[in-house]
């Protein structure tokens, strides 16, 4: 019992792994538009503090989210996504990425422009056991926004 609570608190995989688990889940989910995909990379209690509300613990709303969030940027079509940076420490992997993609369908209201966009994002995840356990992430959507034209 003692040596799985100390395993909560301390990641069995080094920083490299760990950074490797958040390279394979865009690659798998974000690029690959693979949401069953979801449980290989998150455990069944994780927390998506990127989510608003309380409603943000367990695969289930993870799900919900990931759907929501592809449905809204299928406006962007030719999506290529950079990762710029990525640091890990025990634990904890920090990546920043930059997001290209044509505006080609209906985004928050704003009509297709054709434009060639840029979004920055930073997440910041903590891995337990090969897994994220827990999620925060930034985007630059002002950033976006302006770029639409609004």
């Given at each position: 019992?003692?040596?799985q ?56 709303a ?35 990425t ?18 060639t966009?840029?979004l ?27 770029q639409?034209?609004?």
């Amino acid at each position: 019992m003692e040596i799985q609570t100390m395993r909560r608190y301390i990641s069995v995989n080094t920083p490299t792994e760990n950074k490797q688990v958040i390279r394979d889940f865009i690659q798998t989910v974000w690029i690959s538009h693979n949401l069953a995909a979801l449980p290989r990379f998150w455990t069944t209690d994780c927390v998506n503090h990127a989510m608003p509300g309380e409603q943000n613990h367990g695969l289930d709303a993870l799900q919900a989210y990931h759907q929501e969030f592809m449905q809204q940027f299928a406006a962007f079509s030719s999506v290529h996504i950079e990762l710029l940076q990525q640091i890990a420490e025990n634990d904890r992997v920090v990546t920043h990425t930059l997001t290209h993609g044509r505006h080609t369908g209906l985004f928050a209201g704003i009509a297709p422009s054709g434009k060639t966009v840029s979004l920055f994002t930073i997440r910041i995840d903590r891995i337990e056991d090969g897994k994220i356990v827990e999620h925060w992430s930034v985007a630059d959507l002002a950033g976006l926004m302006q770029q639409l034209g609004t």
